[in-house]
T-cell receptor
Framework: GENVEQHPSTLSVQEGDSAVIKCTYS??????FPWYKQELGKRPQLIID?????GEKKDQRIAVTLNKTAKHFSLHITETQPEDSAVYFC????????????FGAGTTVTVRA | NAGVTQTPKFQVLKTGQSMTLQCAQD?????MSWYRQDPGMGLRLIHY???????DQGEVPNGYNVSRSTTEDFPLRLLSAAPSQTSVYFC???????????????FGPGTRLLVL
């Protein structure tokens, strides 16, 4: 299956600063890349996703960029707030006939007040 | 809508015992899946289903069985529990459209399982 690597595993930022999480994938056929946020003790929830026909997508303070040539995609959170503290997971899917979403190991983000 | 529900929330088993984790969704989603979450390893797919009567293996299927007799329910069975199966288990569902699985997956609240 797809191999997704996520870095860093932990990230501490000052409130108001930006946070960037990077993921790489192994299969060039992958074409769908969602990001999930999991608050402590809660279930994962989708925050943003990107398909391979676009290079960037933005939703308020979060954005995702995709570099198909280098096979990596990144999550950018601007103007971080305490409620952004959570574990973030990237994932990849190999196409419309693939039903196995492969997740990265997760990044624990802590926003310091 | 209740969304995706899971029972129990927490369970303690002894090695060798069997049990079934329940999962149900009321969104009429074709796709349902089971993941296990372990520290430092993200979410790993155990089994999935694209509709009633259809199931397939994910990344870590050994020691687990599933069935899908209805659209709503997707139970996960542990045949003979082992300490290595201590984990948090999440069920998820998603609609399947033209683009396949390229849709939001809705997760249940999770079941925390401890095998002694």
């Amino acid at each position: 299956g797809e191999n997704v690597e996520q870095h860093p595993s932990t990230l501490s930022v000052q409130e108001g600063d930006s946070a960037v999480i990077k993921c790489t994938y192994s299969d060039s056929a992958s074409n769908y890349f969602p990001w999930y946020k999991q608050e402590l003790g809660k279930r994962p929830q989708l925050i943003i996703d990107i398909r391979s026909n676009v290079g960037e997508k933005k939703d308020q303070r979060i954005a995702v960029t995709l570099n198909k040539t280098a096979k990596h995609f990144s999550l950018h959170i601007t103007e971080t707030q305490p409620e952004d503290s959570a574990v973030y997971f990237c994932a990849a899917l190999k196409g419309s006939n693939d039903y196995k979403l492969s997740f990265g190991a997760g990044t624990t983000v802590t926003v310091r007040a | 809508n209740a969304g995706v529900t899971q029972t129990p929330k927490f369970q303690v088993l002894k090695t060798g015992q069997s049990m079934t984790l329940q999962c149900a969704q009321d969104m009429n989603h074709e796709y349902m899946s089971w993941y296990r979450q372990d520290p430092g390893m993200g979410l790993r797919l155990i089994h999935y289903s694209v509709g009633a009567g259809i199931t397939d293996q994910g990344e870590v299927p050994n020691g687990y069985n599933v069935s899908r007799s209805t659209t709503e329910d997707f139970p996960l069975r542990l045949l003979s529990a082992a300490p290595s199966q201590t984990s948090v288990y999440f069920c998820a569902s998603s609609p399947l459209r033209v683009a396949g699985l390229q849709e939001t997956q809705y997760f249940g609240p999770g079941t925390r399982l401890l095998v002694l």
